[in-house]
């Protein structure tokens, strides 16, 4: 019953160092789309999950994003290699696919490269 | 490609204010249109939408009309509150395809008492 979940909540890195952001959907969500907001940007699409599989990955910034969800739950953006630019709120959402349904959004990630 | 540009913020308005914040569009076809507001500590969160040319969004006192001749999308309130203080998403989306939404940067609203 609860909404969209991600963890962790904050993340510090190091410059080189690679994160994993995880994203839990609601339940019974086939569709999942990873956000990017930078400071004072609007969202930034990544990629969208239909279930397991990734039809558009078009917003992926280079080679060191990469995501991958298992079934229709829960899903991993992994970002290698990590960059000061990196740095911004990545924000999950869920929908029930299928048209343009309602996203819901979790809190985010606000991840911090040093 | 698509795109969505608002009003730039931020925006401060008394209580009881009338609100407008802009928004234009610029896509091919008929895509859907979207408000999100994300007030203070929380998560982004649908505020209205609309789905063909003429039609009417409404929520909370929150009104938009989806204009084709104008590719517009502007936010309206007729008495804003204190509680309405946060930031506004205004966004548009596809049906087929990704349907990822394409937001404008925001537009982070204050009412004062």
């Known amino acids: 019953g609860a909404g969209v979940s991600q963890s962790p909540s904050n993340k510090v890195t190091e410059k080189g160092k690679d994160v994993e952001l995880r994203c839990d959907p609601i339940s019974g969500h086939t569709a999942l789309y990873w956000y990017r907001q930078r400071l004072g940007q609007g969202l930034e699409f990544l990629i969208y999950?239909?279930?397991?599989?990734?039809?558009?990955k078009s917003g992926l910034p280079s080679d060191r994003f990469s995501a991958e969800r298992t079934g229709e739950s829960v899903s991993t953006l992994t970002i290698q290699r990590t960059q000061q630019e990196d740095s911004a709120v990545y924000l999950c959402?869920?929908?029930?696919?299928?048209?343009?349904?309602?996203?819901?959004f979790g809190p985010g990630t606000r991840l911090t490269v040093l | 490609g698509d795109s969505v540009t608002q009003m730039e913020g931020p925006v401060t308005l008394s209580e009881e204010a009338f609100l407008t914040i802009n928004c234009t569009y610029t896509?091919?076809?008929?895509?859907?249109l979207f408000w999100y507001v994300q007030y203070p500590g929380e998560g982004l969160q649908l505020l209205l939408k609309a789905t063909k040319a003429d039609d009417k969004g409404s929520n909370k006192g929150f009104e938009a009309t989806y204009r084709k001749e104008t590719t517009s999308f502007h936010l309206e309130k007729g008495s804003v509150q204190v509680s309405d203080s946060a930031v506004y998403f205004c966004a548009l989306g596809r049906q087929g395809g990704s349907e990822k939404l394409v937001f404008g940067k925001g537009t982070k609203l204050t009412v004062n008492p």
């Open positions: 896509a091919t076809g008929y895509p859907s």
């Open positions: 999950f239909q279930g397991n599989s990734a039809p558009d």
């Open positions: 959402a869920s929908s029930l696919g299928g048209s343009v349904n309602e996203q819901f």
